[in-house]
């Protein structure tokens, strides 16, 4: 099955997510608890979240 050009465009945006996160990841060991307490409240709240994201897709974002 032949993919659009916009869906390529935003499974590469998914692609750039995913390397994002993993430099978080990467550097969670250097950093304290209060900043990575910070950084998880800074998550949690990012709007719009991954997981909302994801609820849209399954419910075929109106």
Known sequence: MSSSGELIRLMN???DITSTLRRIS??????T???RARLADYIRKSDPSFDSV???LDKGAK
């Open 54 to 56: 994801l609820l849209l």
């Open 33 to 35: 608890e209060e900043e």
């Open 26 to 31: 990467a550097t969670l060991p250097t950093v």
């Open 13 to 15: 945006y998914v692609d």
